[in-house]
């Protein structure tokens, strides 16, 4: 394994157990507080937060098996159950969105409104807890997952975001609930689930884009095109294909060079692209630079 990959694992091991730790208190404590506040919008939440739990610890399984080195029946590597743990994530995501938006849906179809427990004050000061603390851990792992470009440990990050999101429903819920609207509090049951289908759609959707070899994002090849072509020898790019794999990418590339210079120049050239690219964009896996002899104008 690489320093920068063993570097990686290490920040990704530290975010989550941090994760873990602090989902589990958050949950418990929400918990509490909807049971004895008397919220459904917050008893929802703990269970939303229950499920991080889950998901950090599917992140910390895809990290470790995606960071294997290769073998004979994966001689590409691992990177993509990183892909698969996404995938899980975003499932677990949805279901739980699922989950909570049947349940406000059902009361709120009811129509006995009146009959409803009015949330107390201990719901809506854990909601406002909820909101800081998630909000935090959604840019504390966001910055750790750009630094080591782990699309399950953002995906984590999202989930953190879409727990803040629900603890602000919840709390507005229980807010409207102790001004006279108790449905509001089912009502912010329903508005959660919303949120956590969008970010359950929108992990899905990276991940999947990951699997089936999407390319590059144009910034990032325009930015190859330039390092290639400040290297010395190069005449020009005749292709350039890329294509994520995991959290890796991978890279093909045709440069033009003088075809009167022998075999060990043009290897020459094709060698220093090869270094430069794998040099300048840390999360190229493989490089494969192929070399063709530029059509030089005719001399008169």
Known sequence: MKETDMQNQKIAMHVSTVSI????????GKLLAGIFGRSGAMISDAVHSA???????????G?????????TNHPYGHERLECVASVILATILLATG??????????????????????GVTALAAAAVSI??????YWYTRAAARKINSGA??????????????????????????????????AACLGISVFIAKAAYEIFMDAV???VDKACDTKTEAEIRRVVLSEEGVLGIDRLMTRLFGAKMYVDIEIAA???????????????????????????????????????????
């Open 209 to 211: 884009d990951k699997m």
């Open 51 to 61: 499920s991080d739990v889950f998901s950090t610890v599917i992140v910390i399984i």
């Open 153 to 186: 440990m953002m995906a984590d990050a999202w989930h953190h975001r879409s727990d803040s999101l629900s603890s602000i429903g919840a709390f507005i819920g229980i807010a409207g609930s102790r001004m006279g609207y108790p449905v509001l509090d089912s």
């Open 132 to 137: 800081a603390v998630k909000e935090w851990m």
């Open 21 to 28: 730790a602090v989902n589990l208190l958050l949950s418990l």
């Open 258 to 300: 003088d075809g009167n210079k022998t075999l060990y120049e043009t290897h020459d050239i094709a060698e220093r692209v090869h270094d430069a690219i794998e040099e300048n964009f840390p999360e190229v896996k493989h490089c494969m630079v192929h070399v063709n002899p530029a059509r030089m104008p005719v001399q008169e």
């Open 98 to 119: 699922i989950g909570i938006g049947l349940g406000g849906l059902r009361t709120i179809l009811s129509g006995d409104y009146e009959t409803l427990a009015v949330p």
């Open 63 to 71: 990290v470790r098996i995606s960071s294997k080195k290769s073998d």
